[in-house]
């Protein structure tokens, strides 16, 4: 399971922590066996809110259970 509760990985940089945050996304994909959830609270639900540059990896993931 996988719990996300921002925007970003770690604090102080926010660029750098959305990088961080999509490089994580990605690398969900690729770990065996996938995580059987992944929990989106505070602010880490506007990662699945409509306009998202996160949605893509999101839906990928969904894609592979």
Do not use: C, F
């Amino acid at each position: 399971m996988v719990l996300i509760d921002g925007e970003t990985v770690g604090r102080g940089d926010d660029t750098l922590g959305a990088v961080l945050m999509k490089s994580l996304l990605h690398t969900l994909k690729e770990i065996k066996p996938l995580p059987w959830r992944l929990i989106l609270i505070n602010a880490g639900v506007k990662l699945a809110q409509e306009g998202s540059d996160y949605l893509p990896v999101l839906g990928q993931l969904e894609e592979l259970g």
